[in-house]
């Protein structure tokens, strides 16, 4: 070993101990002829004195050092001279007096400080990267990430998990996203798909008698990345036989029991509470709630439908809701303020929010434009149902369900940031139950999955699938039976973020078909893209579910990253835009490996 101590565990007990570290000069300052450098390594840093009058060859070697050069030093650790203790470090009671020095590598001045503050564009953190990782807070975070994973690893191994790798060439096998294509030389014309789950991998392990498995996956998805997504992100992939939807979630929860005890020191209460989606829609207008706070949702529509107000009784005539939020103590919110927050409902299709100020200097105790259409006793009557008090601001949305539900759960989220009324460090876990198998897509004209094709309907809803096959109800009818199947499909969601979906799959071949029938894809097609899957399950496939935990979202939420950035917790990631500035992936690549590939590139669209 170069070392005989790392830089962050020298301490008072190791006074007078001759020892040799490693690292790269954090800091560099010459008092007067005396160098002090901070030596850096993984574990922390420590300060280093060269006196040039005790130890000249050593400061003769390290006379041109500067920050980001890489070192090995000797010498003997000592206290530090009274009144120069540094508190805020670990190592700060003591300092090497160096008597050898070897410089390793001189380092160029890098495009950044290595400070823990660093202020600086995300494209050059990411084009050095490697420099980027050498800040405290980046190595804390690979760590936690690492820390989780382990706990992952431990706790699944004890549960009988195997660790399995499923192919990342795969047969594109469309599951919602778009996919990464992998040409192959071999085969002219032809192509693998990266995969954007293992999902039908771990789904043919089952099949293969291997009854628990879990992998720390990589996902693939060629999607215009976002804060909480990229093109490449990892999941905790599980998948059980024999198994219903409580096992999932039992073993699942003890999971992250299991990950916030360990690495959070926190005790999750368990079983995790459990919310029906069409209660979190009905309460929160979203299928991944946050709980921290409440700014529940009210639904008047039954309160106005027949009120004077044409825009409520109008929305509701027409099939649509009346639903609102209660701000609290914001009925002094000036037009200007609420002009704004209309603003950002316009976003998700509202076209104004009506207000109420409960003000009890004001004339009937209330403040709004749109008073004047109700009698007292059905504003008293809204009043009641916000759990409205004097002094709060009911805002109020009249649109179809949809709208609704996006204008108020994104007004919540931001009325909660503003009024400070999310708590620090609280971790609200929560399962999304009892959720749609299908949705109707009235753009399409039929039905489309709530998560994948492969998920099974409620045992109890199994006849509906039969049912709706010969329903003559149009497919747009909320009643058609396959609009009412519930699935054993369930999310977990931490913070109003969906950190994982997971299902109940079907195993039986016949069933399968039947969904895809429901989905619109034609037999031919099915066969073609599936069969290889569908041929599995008539080899006595077994019952089976998984879960598929976000690891990325994870470690940001735990990590408590701003906007939850999964950026910031992948050791090299790409940008928003989907570039690797490190690199410069992706990059063009020479004509003659198209060709090979029977493949030729368009010519270029100049950009505009
Ligand atoms: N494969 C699914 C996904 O990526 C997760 C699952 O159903 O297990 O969302």
Known sequence: MKRTHICGRLNEELIGQEVTICGWANVVRDHGGVMFIDLRDRSGIVQCVVNPQEQPQAHQTLESVRPEFCLQLSGTLQARPEGTVNDRIATGAVELHVEQAEIYNASKTPPFEIVDDLKTEESLRLQYRYLDLRRKPMRDLMELRYRITKSVRDFLDSEGFWEIETPLLWKSTP???REFVVPTRAQPGKAFVLPQSPQISKQLLMVAGVEKYFQIARCFRDESARADRALEFTQIDLEMSFVEQDDVLDVCERLFGSIMREVKDIELQLPLPR??????MRRFGS????????????????????SGF???????ESGGQVKAICAPGCAAYS???????TELVKRFGAKGLATFALDETAEGGVRSPVAKFFSPQQLQQIFARCEARNGDLILCVADNPGVVAQSLDFLRRELAERLNLIPENSFNFLYLVDTPLFEFKPEEGRFTYMHHPFCLPNPEDMHLLDEGFTCELPLSDPNHPWARIRSWLYDLVLNGVELSSGSIRCHRRDVQEKIFAVLGVAPDDVQRRFGF??????YGAPPHGGIAPGLDR?????????????????????T???TDPLTGAPTEIPDERWTELGLQPLPQIPSS
């Open 335 to 341: 037009r200007k303020q609420i002009d704004e927050l």
């Open 576 to 578: 928003a835009a989907g």
């Open 533 to 538: 899957m569908l041929d599995a399950f008539e």
């Open 310 to 316: 044409k825009v409520f009784a109008g929305a509701i």
């Open 287 to 306: 299928d991944k709630p946050d709980t921290r706070f409440g700014l529940e949702l009210a639904d008047l529509s039954d309160l106005v439908a027949s």
């Open 175 to 177: 599951e919602g996203a």
């Open 275 to 280: 919310i029906t989606y069409a209660e979190a």
């Open 554 to 574: 994870i470690v940001a939420l735990l990590a408590g990253i701003p906007g939850g950035n999964i950026r910031e917790v992948i050791a090299f990631p790409k």
